[in-house]
T-cell receptor, first 114, second 113 residues
């Protein structure tokens, strides 16, 4: 299994600012993902964080708004840039190990933008 | 690409009654299917998953689901609902070739006394 530490667990931010969310895994993993869960909604995949290369973004998400870093096999960051109240969501990190059946989620970052 | 559809955004059952939450999938390759539960103000918790092998999968808290390829379904059931089962339930799908999950819109389960 994998233990995922996600920081911060919650934050309240001002409009126009940026927040960087960190995801640390206790073992090396091939695949890391970032999801967003807007209030009362399901989870939506933002991007796949690729180690050593640019992240792969899903439709509707762009690098300028959600830059992602993946410097090694145990760590990734997601930045929410130039925030607006519409960015208020829970952001979750997820990792995959040993095939698609082994998927783990972090506890999430609850972001509120005023 | 694979996707799931959860039928019914809200389901209400009486305590002690059968719980049935519906999930249908679409996938061009053999799917891996998951059910997650989210209690109010908490993170996701894996209830159960189907990858290969036995099509009836048992999970935590008395829940089980059956993979039916002919019906492209993976419905979640529990014989007797408990008040503590009230939560949001998400069905999700991925494949062996990828780890990114596609989630359904979720079903909110209400359990009444």
């Amino acid at each position: 299994s994998a233990v995922i530490s996600q920081k911060p667990s919650r934050d309240i931010c001002q409009r126009g600012t940026s927040l960087t969310i960190q995801c640390q895994v206790d073992s090396q993993v091939t695949m890391m993902f970032w999801y967003r869960q807007q209030p009362g909604q399901s989870l939506t995949l933002i991007a796949t964080a690729n180690q050593g290369s640019e992240a792969t973004y899903e439709s509707g998400f762009v690098i300028d708004k959600f830059p992602i870093s993946r410097p090694n096999l145990t760590f990734s960051t997601l930045t929410v840039s130039n925030m607006s109240p519409e960015d208020s969501s829970i952001y979750l990190c997820s990792v995959g190990m040993g095939g698609g059946e082994k998927l783990f989620f972090g506890s999430g970052t609850q972001l509120s933008v005023l | 690409a694979q996707s799931v559809t959860q039928l019914g955004s809200h389901v209400s059952v009486s305590e002690g009654a059968l719980v049935l939450l519906r999930c249908n999938y679409s996938s061009s390759v053999p799917p891996y299917l998951f059910w997650y539960v989210q209690y109010p103000n908490q993170g996701l918790q894996l209830l159960l998953k189907y990858t290969t092998g036995a099509t009836l999968v048992k999970g935590i808290n008395g829940f089980e689901a059956e993979f039916k390829k002919s019906e492209t379904s993976f419905h979640l059931t529990k014989p007797s609902a408990h008040m503590s089962d009230a939560a949001e339930y998400f069905c999700a799908v991925t494949t062996n070739s990828g780890y990114a999950l596609n989630f359904g819109k979720g079903t909110s389960l209400l359990v009444t006394p």
